[in-house]
């Protein structure tokens, strides 16, 4: 996904939806949030001059979508603020979690600094 997409739920793939999926690549970071009411993961992996993101987040309905929100800094290294977050898409829904899966990308250079925020608060790499 491009750095201004906050999309982060099935993208389009010639008319039809794809599911997020897990890149093929080494994990070389990972962030994790332990909350009892939003458990929060994303992992990174860089291949061919993009950070390739993948995580799961719980929302508090299944009507919640996930939303991305990606700002590079142009200095060098790039410094990456990535802001996950969960909207209520105004559906009626059951009131039960539901784990969600986001994934996509950011062109970026292998050195880049990133920080991962979970509804606006730092949340901790663990590698």
Do not use: R, W
């Amino acid at each position: 996904m491009p750095a201004d997409d906050k999309s982060s739920g099935p993208s389009p793939d010639n008319g039809n939806f794809v599911e997020p999926t897990k890149p093929p690549f080494e994990v070389v970071a990972k962030y994790v949030a332990e909350s009892e009411d939003m458990p929060f993961e994303v992992e990174f992996s860089y291949a061919d001059g993009l950070f390739y993101y993948y995580g799961t987040v719980t929302t508090p309905t299944p009507c919640h979508d996930v939303v991305v929100d990606t700002t590079v800094q142009e200095s060098m290294p790039e410094v990456v603020t990535m802001n996950i977050s969960t909207k209520d898409s105004g559906e009626i829904c059951t009131q039960v979690l539901a784990q969600k899966k986001f994934s996509g990308s950011i062109q970026v250079s292998s050195q880049a600094v990133i920080n991962v925020l979970l509804e606006g608060e730092p949340v901790s790499k663990v590698n």
